[in-house]
Protein backbone atom coordinates (compact mmCIF):
# COMPACT_ATOMS: atom_id res chain seq x y z
CA UNK A 1 0.00 0.00 0.00
CA UNK A 2 1.34 3.19 -1.03
CA UNK A 3 1.00 7.14 -0.06
CA UNK A 4 0.96 9.87 -1.49
CA UNK A 5 2.71 12.24 0.95
CA UNK A 6 2.14 15.05 -1.04
CA UNK A 7 -1.50 14.68 -0.96
CA UNK A 8 -2.12 14.20 2.47
CA UNK A 9 -0.20 17.25 3.37
CA UNK A 10 -2.03 19.03 0.81
CA UNK A 11 1.00 19.62 -1.71
CA UNK A 12 0.35 18.77 -5.58
CA UNK A 13 2.55 17.62 -7.99
CA UNK A 14 2.57 21.31 -9.74
CA UNK A 15 2.99 23.29 -6.44
CA UNK A 16 5.46 25.68 -7.32
CA UNK A 17 8.23 25.98 -4.19
CA UNK A 18 10.00 29.79 -3.35
CA UNK A 19 13.19 29.64 -1.77
CA UNK A 20 14.45 32.48 0.29
CA UNK A 21 17.42 33.19 1.05
CA UNK A 22 17.28 34.49 4.47
CA UNK A 23 21.06 35.71 4.05
CA UNK A 24 20.55 38.28 1.47
CA UNK A 25 18.26 40.46 3.95
CA UNK A 26 22.07 40.41 6.67
CA UNK A 27 24.06 41.37 2.95
CA UNK A 28 24.82 45.06 2.65
CA UNK A 29 27.58 46.52 0.92
CA UNK A 30 30.42 48.06 2.59
CA UNK A 31 32.38 50.54 0.82
CA UNK A 32 36.28 50.59 2.16
CA UNK A 33 36.90 54.14 3.25
CA UNK A 34 40.34 56.24 3.19
CA UNK A 35 40.41 58.03 5.95
CA UNK A 36 42.82 60.94 7.39
CA UNK A 37 43.99 61.25 11.42
CA UNK A 38 46.00 63.88 12.75
CA UNK A 39 48.08 62.38 16.45
CA UNK A 40 48.50 65.65 18.30
CA UNK A 41 48.55 63.76 21.54
CA UNK A 42 48.62 60.36 22.83
CA UNK A 43 44.49 60.05 23.07
CA UNK A 44 43.90 60.69 19.40
CA UNK A 45 45.16 57.34 18.90
CA UNK A 46 41.99 55.71 20.47
CA UNK A 47 39.56 57.03 17.28
CA UNK A 48 42.06 55.44 15.03
CA UNK A 49 42.00 52.07 16.81
CA UNK A 50 38.30 51.83 16.96
CA UNK A 51 38.19 52.50 13.14
CA UNK A 52 40.65 50.10 12.28
CA UNK A 53 38.20 47.43 14.30
CA UNK A 54 35.71 48.22 12.28
CA UNK A 55 37.02 46.56 9.43
CA UNK A 56 36.40 48.67 6.16
CA UNK A 57 38.79 51.66 7.34
CA UNK A 58 42.24 52.16 6.03
CA UNK A 59 43.97 55.11 8.16
CA UNK A 60 46.52 57.53 7.10
CA UNK A 61 48.06 58.89 10.26
CA UNK A 62 49.77 62.61 10.03
CA UNK A 63 52.25 61.81 13.27
CA UNK A 64 54.22 65.22 12.40
CA UNK A 65 52.44 67.45 15.40
CA UNK A 66 53.07 64.64 17.88
CA UNK A 67 56.61 64.04 16.54
CA UNK A 68 57.27 67.61 16.98
CA UNK A 69 56.01 67.61 20.65
CA UNK A 70 57.14 64.24 22.39
CA UNK A 71 58.65 61.51 20.51
CA UNK A 72 57.97 59.13 23.66
CA UNK A 73 54.24 59.66 23.61
CA UNK A 74 54.79 59.44 19.68
CA UNK A 75 56.42 55.81 20.18
CA UNK A 76 53.52 54.79 22.66
CA UNK A 77 50.98 55.56 20.36
CA UNK A 78 52.55 54.04 17.46
CA UNK A 79 52.99 50.67 19.10
CA UNK A 80 49.26 50.88 20.26
CA UNK A 81 48.59 51.03 16.85
CA UNK A 82 50.90 48.57 15.22
CA UNK A 83 49.53 46.14 18.09
CA UNK A 84 46.22 46.32 17.22
CA UNK A 85 47.01 46.21 13.66
CA UNK A 86 48.59 42.71 14.25
CA UNK A 87 45.91 41.53 16.33
CA UNK A 88 43.36 42.11 13.18
CA UNK A 89 46.05 41.05 10.77
CA UNK A 90 46.69 43.84 9.13
CA UNK A 91 49.45 45.66 7.95
CA UNK A 92 51.38 49.17 8.93
CA UNK A 93 54.16 51.14 7.33
CA UNK A 94 55.36 54.40 7.01
CA UNK A 95 55.13 56.90 4.17
CA UNK A 96 57.51 59.48 3.89
CA UNK A 97 59.02 60.63 7.21
CA UNK A 98 55.51 61.91 8.65
CA UNK A 99 52.67 59.30 7.38
CA UNK A 100 52.15 56.54 8.97
CA UNK A 101 49.28 54.08 6.97
CA UNK A 102 47.47 51.15 8.98
CA UNK A 103 45.16 48.84 6.94
CA UNK A 104 42.79 46.10 8.24
CA UNK A 105 43.66 42.26 7.41
CA UNK A 106 41.69 42.62 3.63
CA UNK A 107 44.73 45.16 2.32
CA UNK A 108 48.37 45.00 2.62
CA UNK A 109 51.27 47.84 2.68
CA UNK A 110 54.06 47.11 -0.38
CA UNK A 111 57.20 47.48 1.67
CA UNK A 112 59.95 46.91 -0.91
CA UNK A 113 63.22 45.56 0.34
CA UNK A 114 65.95 47.74 0.97
CA UNK A 115 68.86 47.51 -1.71
CA UNK A 116 70.97 44.75 -1.27
CA UNK A 117 74.83 46.04 -0.75
CA UNK A 118 77.99 44.27 -2.44
CA UNK A 119 81.07 43.83 -1.12
CA UNK A 120 82.43 46.86 -3.34
CA UNK A 121 79.89 48.78 -2.00
CA UNK A 122 80.62 48.22 1.02
CA UNK A 123 84.41 49.18 0.53
CA UNK A 124 83.72 52.06 -0.67
CA UNK A 125 81.57 53.52 1.87
CA UNK A 126 83.81 52.67 4.47
CA UNK A 127 86.30 54.20 2.44
CA UNK A 128 84.34 57.75 2.09
Known sequence: MAFNIRKLFGKDKNDEYIEIDLNAAEV???????KPFTLRQYDDVNPILNSLR????IAIVDI??????????????????????????????????????ATPSF??????????????????????
Open 28 to 34: KEEKIIV
Open 64 to 101: KPLKTKDVLELKRAVQKIKKTVEAIEGSIGMFGESTLI
Open 107 to 128: AEIHKPEPPKQTKADFISDFQK
Open 54 to 57: EGFI
